[in-house]
């Protein structure tokens, strides 16, 4: 009974591998709503470098603190925002993923997703599964345009020094999927086991009985390296020096096990490295072969972003709390840029 079962599972799972979302594998970059001026002309010029795909990332509470604007201002205001993006990505054949993670979104409530207070609260905890379906409703009607949905890519539980996968993540999981599948069964849903979305969370792992899931992964390891600088961890780690491609590989074989082992679909939601990490473009670039080498879908993190993992500028490192020096935004003609259009090129074909 035990191998009719596995053998039911691969076979599902394996129908699935082959129905792919549009555009896959997709080859593309995030884009934050509360970041610079990224409105629907940065698609188009994204699209000139032939990128295939954008996440759209709702930054709503951020918005509401920041805008000094009312939490439902902030939601229509980002849900404007997307749908003039999407827009954007349907002239010009770019898929865009929405993805949510900041619950709840109004931050007078003073908790946040890493808080024990929302994940030990089912109350507290349904908010997620109330924007999933809001969500659903709203750009149900998309086509081609949307390729998946994303909520909470990145669960975690900070207890004092202690950080680890919520025990109420599982079940918080299948509502979401339920509750937009609700809504638009047709779209893609891109779930994490947990812990970060880490590789690591991917050892022992096994797909969840639902269709039409992508399976997502950051990928930011070591922290210790692609961090480096910021307040927290020290720098001086360089690659390829301290650490191989071949460490890269052991890293993600979680990952590639499971992906091989069950033929899903697996997304690389973010990956990156601070600008002024030594060695950080050649990191990136070898990440971006071994996502490829293994069919997975990729989003560099992140477009006109915090000026440290903003491609648009140069290698110089800038302490805590500074501005980057005058000129150091170098535009498309970076070195960062050079590592990414080419690995867009290949969606040339």
Known sequence: MKYVLLMLLLCASQARAGDTPPNWPWRG?????????????????LAKLHVNAVALALNIRNTAEFEKMMPEDAWNANIAWADRMLDACKRHGITGIITFFQVPFDPSKGYTEISPTFWDSASNREEAVQIAGRLARHFKSRGDELGAYEILSEPVVYRGKKVETPASWPELRGKIV????????????????????????????RPLPFSRLIYGVHFYEPHSFSH???????????????????WL???????????????????????SAIRWAPGANQYISDLIDLFDENGFGWMYFCYNSYHGWNPFYDEEYVPQGEAPQPGSRVGF?????????????????
Request: aromatic fraction near 14%.
């Open 333 to 349: 003609g970076s070195k960062r840029w050079a590592v990414l259009k080419e690995a867009y090129g290949k969606n040339k074909k």
């Open 178 to 205: 339920r509750e937009l599948r609700k809504y638009d069964a047709k779209r893609y849903v891109i779930v994490t086991p947990g812990f970060g979305g880490e590789p690591s969370s991917y050892k022992d792992f």
């Open 228 to 246: 480096q600088g910021l307040p927290g961890f020290r720098r001086g780690m360089a690659y390829p020096e301290d650490f191989s491609k071949e």
């Open 29 to 45: 970059i995030t884009i934050v709503s509360t970041d610079g001026d990224n409105d629907p002309v940065e698609i188009e010029k």
């Open 249 to 271: 590989i052991n890293t993600l074989h979680p990952v590639s096990d499971f992906s091989k082992k069950y033929q899903e679909l697996v997304y690389i939601g973010e990956f």
